[in-house]
Structure formats: C-alpha cells, structure tokens
C-alpha cells in the first residue's frame, strides 16, 4: 500500500523545485506531476477558476490512488487548500504554511520580505499567517509575475532577466528584511540571481523545500513511507500544455533526460490521457 | 483553550535550546519546561530508567493541562517516543525525527555525521531513520558526552572547552561529510565552537529548530494555535536540582533574567512542587 506515490500538482513547471526537494530529500518516495502549462499563470486568474483547474489536477491523481497531495503552487494553494483537506481523505499539503515556518526559523530581526504573484500577493496569505504566529514581525510584500514567464521561457541565465530582477528587487532596498521568502514555486529556479542581488545578509527560504519537509513528517506521523524502495516505480509527469516544452524544462531542473512525459486532454468531464 | 501552554521536557538545561527556538519562532506561544537536573545526564542509564524518569516529568506536566508535549532530549525521545504517543491524547513531537528531515534537507553529498551522548548513539536511532528515508545515506555517528557535561558546567566558553572539542571532531576530518547533526539538545549551546572547528562548508542542524517547526506545523494542523496572545501567561520553569544554578544558566541561554523557576521534589508518588 506505502508504495503508492505522492502527488504534486502546480500550474505549469514552477512546482517541479517542490519535486526535485522531494527527490533530493525522499527519494524512496515515488512522484507523480501535473502540471497544467495550458492554462498558466494562475496568478491573475479569478479565486474560482483556479479552484476549478485545481480540482481537475485533483481528480486525476486521485484516480491514480496517490497517498498524499502537494499543492507545489502558491496561487492555488490561496485558493484551494481549505477546499482540498475538507473533502479529501488523504493528506494535502500546500506552500504557504511551510514558507510562513521556514521564515521564522530563519529570520532574526523580524523583517521578512515576500514575493509571490499578484494573486498571492493579494490574498494576503503569507502575511496573515507570519503576522498570526508573531505579531512583531513586519513583512514587506511584492508582485513578481514577470519571474514566472521568465522561467516558463527558459530565460532563467539571461542577462536581460538579471537586469529585471535586480529593478524589481530594488524595491527592498531600504526595508532592511533579513529574509525574503520565494513565494511562488518558480522562483527558487532564480534563487542564484536573486542571492546575488539581495546579498549574503538575506537568507532566501524556498517554501517548497520546507513542504518536503512537511511531507516527510507526515510520512512518518502516519507511517506511510515507502516500505520497498528497491522495487521503488517510476516517477511520472504530465501536462495539459505542450509535451516537449515541459520535457526540455523539466529535465533540465531535474537534471535527469530519462522523464516520462505524458499530455492530459482538457475535456467537459476533467483531465484524460489521450491514447 | 488554545491559551494552553506547550510542555517541554528534558534531563537537565540542554532543553532550554528547544525553548529558545520556540520563543523564537512561536512567541504567543506558552512554554512550561522540566529539567530533571539533580538526575542528569540521561545518556548512561538503561532506557527503562530514562523512560521511569520520563513519564514522571510527563505525569507532572500533563496535570498542568499541556496541549502538546514536547521531548527536548534525544535520549529521551529514542527511549520513550512510542510509549508516550501511545499512550497520551496530546500530540508529542521528538526531537530525532526533525533533526532527521533538518540533514537530509541540508546535505548534499549524502554523507552525515551525527554527534550525540552515548545513549543515542548507542540506539542508531539517527542512522535508522536516516536511511530508512535514504538508503544511499552514509551516517558516521561520534558519542560526546564531555558536550554536555561542558554546558552544565556552565564552561561553554572556556580556552579548555574549545581544545575538548576541536580533538573529539577531529574524527570526522577524513569522513567528508557536508552536514553535522546536532543529536543533543546541548549541543547548539556550543554550536560556534563546532561550527569554527568544522568550518564553513559543514552545516550544523539544531534538531530543536526543526522540531519547532514541526510543533508550528501541529499548531496549523489542529488549530490549536494560541488564539489569545495579548493576554498570553507567563512561561514556567521547573528543575528536580538546584534553582538557583538552574537559573543562571536559563537566563544565559534564553537571555532574559526575568524567569520562574520552581524546584520540583522527587517523590515516591512522582515529581511535586515543594510548598
């Protein structure tokens, strides 16, 4: 039964860095991925479509027996993580309150920075939860959606984007934070540029990395790692977008050309493999 | 209710590292601790004797209507962790398990070492669980009990405590390992000692930091966050030894001089605060 994989679901390639945690750090435990490219980025998206996308990832996986949920996407986690727990029976996991933890246990001056998309940014969710679990500490928050096509577009090492991401980030300048947390699963891809650019007195917490952790906890609060690594299955990945374009990405995050790819059909009843 | 304080147990003054982090981390938070000092160090007795020692510091605190219980000793938790989930209907939370996910999260090349009292050592509990989530894992483990009897000594600083430790670690100077578990909650008390004689590349995990992490996460899990925190009580203190000694060196550590320690009696019928 514990051989089952976790599954991980994001809106294009961002949650991949939530995947490569979990390989880098459970790699006993088996992956299964979806991310919907077509229909990215949930950042602008109204709360309900991204609910509605949210649960068709869902229900895939969910036929496909998984043990446990990652919502590997900050947006969608916003949105959908109290809907997902009230009426799923495995465990899901989301970004946001590992991220919130993660930036606890890091900072020591109590000034965190943020940046996450627009839709992240708007809910307010990562301020909300830092300001619930210590009300001294001060969070400075900022839109970032241009990060996301960057990545997406396979511009990660450009200097045009090094040069964007240093304006952007410039608005932290006098907010004297010591912390600022990747609020959006693609970032932590741009984690070199962006520690090049805050400085080594800032420390970047990749909320996706902390979630493993998360997950890692519950696999053993409910005793449900894997009980046979050796016959450990094959990770499997799909999109809604095109195969090729996530192969190319995905691959090179992961360090790994040998990934099994498959394209999910947007049907009127949810996400189907096509034959 | 969930003005209720979280309980944190341990044989002598190391806990206080895992107090600190939970001030640290969870401010609005209440902390009641219990040292066992006048039967410390835990890491030499036979495990039905720590677990003896253990429940009765439980029983003592569980009367005071803790909502979580946290073991902030290795030793402790490698003896009595299954008994006390069993058997208590609050949630307990170790301090191995997190110290566990703290090094895989951190290392890179898969080599650990793992510094701890004899008792853990002795127990494997740390190379268990280690490959029992990586089995390409490689755990070298050091027993280093002079650790604690420095920081009960109150000797963290000293020109002879330095030399003690740069000599015990130079056993792991052809081990090549990139992370290095602090297994005693001591331990991090003399952490830029070891973090100078391991040196930069080396990074050091506090099992108390991530076990915090984990109390935060069983917070959100069960809402039982403290919802009153303006009017949060005042934390508590208690040691089996002597107040005054326990109270200097709480207040070194968790730096504040305005502590309630109270001395607890050891009796036929348990540990009773004395009149």
């Known amino acids: 039964m514990t051989s089952q994989a976790i599954g991980y679901i994001d809106s294009g390639i961002g949650g991949i860095t939530v995947a490569r945690e979990a390989l ?87 000034k965190i920075g943020v940046i996450a998309t627009a839709g992240t940014v ?65 970032f932590p891809l741009l984690d070199q540029t962006i520690g090049k650019v805050m400085g080594e007195k800032v420390t970047l917490v990749n909320s996706g990395a902390v979630a493993i952790e998360n997950v890692s906890a519950m696999l053993d609060e409910l005793n449900i790692s894997n009980s046979d690594p050796i016959n450990r299955a094959k990770d499997e990945y799909y999109t809604t977008g095109d195969v090729t374009a996530f192969h190319t990405l995905a691959s090179r995050w992961l360090n790994n050309d040998d990934l099994n790819v498959q394209h999910l059909a947007m049907t009127s009843t949810g996400l189907k493999l096509e034959d």
């Open 122 to 186: 708007k809910s307010e969710a990562y301020a909300k939860a830092l300001e619930h679990k210590d009300n001294a500490v001060r969070v400075s928050q900022l839109a970032c959606p241009e990060f996301v096509q960057i990545v997406e577009a396979n511009q990660s090492d450009s200097p045009a984007a090094a040069t964007l991401i240093a304006d952007k980030l410039a608005y932290f300048a006098d907010k004297d934070i010591d912390t600022l947390v990747l609020g959006c699963t693609h």
């Open 24 to 110: 880098r750090q459970l790699p006993h435990e088996v992956v299964y991925y979806v991310g919907d490219t077509a229909r990215m980025p949930y950042g602008p998206r109204p709360k309900e479509e991204v609910l509605k996308y949210t649960w068709e990832m869902v229900d895939f996986l969910v036929k496909k027996d998984i043990k446990m949920l990652v919502i590997a996407c900050n947006t969608a986690t916003a949105a959908a993580l109290p809907d997902l727990r009230a009426k799923l029976d495995i465990p899901v996991i989301g970004v946001i309150a590992p991220g919130v933890r993660g930036a606890l246990r890091a900072t020591n001056n109590k």
